[in-house]
C-alpha cells in the first residue's frame, strides 16, 4: 500500500514542523468520530500555503483532500492515503457595511453570530449550521429559510491549475447541494456576503427560534454528520425513512437516530464500515418500499480498512 510519507520534507518547509502531522487519525477531525489516519495531514495558517501545498501535490502527483470542520464527512476505516489540508486556520471575519467578508475556516455559527452583532440580516438561517464557510459555500448548504446561494456575492477560489481567482455569485453556479466548486474540485479561500441591515433584536428573535427547532428535533447528543441523505425531489429522506419503518434500526455502532430519521448517528463505538452499511441498507429498503433513490449528502472519502 502505498503512502506519501516522503512528502513530509517539503511540506514542512512550506508550513511549519508544528502544523503537519503524520498518520493522523481523521476520527479526530470528524463530527462521526470515525476514519483511519491520513498520510499526512497539514494546517495552513494563509492562502499563500493553500496554493503552494497545492502545487507541490500536483507537482508530485499525490491526492489531496480539502476539509474544515469535518460537520459533513465521513473517513473510511482505512484512512486516507495523500494529503488532507484542513483550513480551520484560515477564520478571520470582517464587516464592511452590508458586507461580511468571511475566511473559508470559520464556522457558519460565528458569521452568523457577527452578522447579529452588527444588526445585519440574512444569514440567521446558517446559525445552526455546524460547518465552515468553504463546506457551506461548495455544497450551497441551506436550513430551514434559506440557502448560501441567497446571501453569497463572491468568493476567492483556488481553481485547478493553482490559480487564485475570485468567482461571482452566477460563475459559482450553486444549486441543491451542488456548485462549480464540487464540480471541478477548486477550494474555497473565502467568500463575501451581502446582508441587509436589521434590527437585531428581530434578528436575535429568528435566530434563537432556529436554534431551539435544531435543538428540539436533531439528535445532537450523538455524533454524526448531520443530515445524512439529500432531499429527493418530491420528497422528503427522513419521513421515506421512517415510513420504511427503519426508525432506529441499528447496524454495529450505526443507528438511524430514532429523534429524526434522516440522520444517521454514531452510538459510540461505530466505525466508517458500520455507518456505510446503514447507509446502504436504508438505501436499498427505501428503494424496495417507495422505488425512490437516497444519495447521501455526507462527503465520504479514504480507504477500506484492509483485513
Known amino acids: 500500500m502505498k503512502n506519501y510519507l516522503y512528502l513530509l520534507g517539503e511540506i514542512k518547509e512550506i508550513v511549519g514542523e508544528s502544523n503537519v502531522l503524520a498518520d493522523e487519525p481523521m476520527k479526530n477531525h470528524t463530527s462521526f468520530k470515525v476514519g483511519g489516519p491520513a498520510d499526512i495531514f497539514v494546517i495552513p495558517k494563509d492562502y499563500q500555503e493553500v496554493q503552494q501545498l497545492v502545487k507541490v501535490c500536483k507537482d508530485q502527483n499525490v491526492p489531496y483532500f480539502i476539509i474544515g470542520n469535518g ?20 477564520n478571520k471575519i470582517e464587516v464592511q457595511g452590508n458586507k461580511i467578508i468571511a475566511q473559508s475556516g470559520a464556522l457558519l455559527s460565528d458569521v452568523s453570530t457577527c452578522a447579529l452583532d452588527h444588526s445585519l440580516t440574512g444569514f440567521e438561517f446558517a446559525c445552526g449550521i455546524p460547518g465552515c464557510v468553504g463546506g457551506a459555500v461548495a455544497m450551497n448548504a441551506g436550513a430551514y429559510i434559506s440557502e448560501m446561494k441567497n446571501v453569497i456575492e463572491n468568493a476567492l477560489v483556488i481553481d485547478n491549475d493553482a490559480n487564485i481567482r475570485r468567482l461571482d455569485l452566477q460563475e459559482l453556479e450553486l444549486s441543491y447541494r451542488n456548485s462549480i466548486i464540487l464540480k471541478q ?7 463575501v456576503f451581502n446582508l441587509k441591515p436589521g434590527n437585531y ?29 439529500k432531499r429527493p425531489e418530491g420528497y422528503f429522506a427522513g419521513k421515506l425513512i421512517e415510513d420504511s419503518n427503519l426508525k432506529g434500526v441499528s447496524i454495529g455502532g450505526a443507528q438511524v ?3 429524526h430519521s434522516g440522520f444517521i448517528i454514531n452510538t459510540g463505538n461505530a466505525t466508517a ?35
Request: proline share 2%.
Open 257 to 259: 437516530s430514532n429523534k
Open 273 to 307: 464500515k458500520d455507518i456505510l452499511s446503514l447507509i446502504a441498507y436504508v438505501q436499498k429498503t427505501v428503494f424496495e418500499k417507495f422505488g425512490v433513490e437516497l444519495h447521501t449528502e455526507v462527503r465520504i472519502m479514504g480507504e477500506e480498512l484492509n483485513n
Open 185 to 191: 474540485g477548486f477550494i474555497v479561500l473565502e467568500a
Open 201 to 229: 433584536n428581530d434578528i436575535k428573535t429568528l435566530i434563537d427560534d432556529l436554534q431551539k427547532r435544531r435543538t428540539d428535533k436533531q439528535p445532537l447528543d450523538y455524533p454524526s454528520a448531520g443530515s445524512t441523505f
Open 71 to 90: 460537520s459533513n464527512l465521513l473517513v473510511k476505516d482505512g484512512g486516507i492515503r495523500g494529503v488532507v489540508i484542513k483550513l480551520t486556520a484560515l
